[in-house]
């Protein structure tokens, strides 16, 4: 007879025990809410835009650079965006990113260090050029920025 008491004894001891973990959860969610709030979620057509310092190397995949060959010429180009918010727009619009260095589907390149280039959105395209013809990729966009801004936006 005392047997199915001491189990109904340790269930409810185990209850009282979870009861500050429940509490926790539903203290994590409430700032969990918060931060979404805050930060709400990317649409269909939303782009996460890196934001990277001059002279700085990248990486960028693209499905034009998964056919391997010998003689693929490979052109990075960034154009510059026109946002109202950026700086005034420098003499030129167009930039060829240069110390390529190919892998198997990637191309890893430096950011230019150009006049007048930081706090200006670019927009990122992949050229590939070999004996198949022509084939490219829209990589996005990123942000160039200062090195200094850089550095405060990776620690916040």
Known sequence: ?????????????????????????ADLSAKAQAVLAEFPPLGPNDEVVPIVAPGEVIGIACNALTAPGPGNEVRVV???SAEPSEAPAPGYRKV?????????GAVHVRVPEMPDL??????????????????????????????????????S
């Open 78 to 80: 960034l154009t510059i």
């Open 118 to 155: 930081t706090n200006h959105t670019v927009n990122v395209n992949v050229y590939v050029v070999n004996s198949a013809g022509l084939q490219d990729c829209n990589a996005g966009h990123m942000h160039i920025a200062y090195a200094s801004d850089h550095t405060q936006s990776q620690k």
């Open 96 to 104: 060829l990113a240069t110390n390529e260095d190919l892998s198997l």
């Open 1 to 25: 007879m005392s047997r199915p008491w001491l189990g109904v004894t340790a269930l409810c001891a185990t209850a009282l025990a979870a009861c500050p973990a429940f509490a926790a959860s």
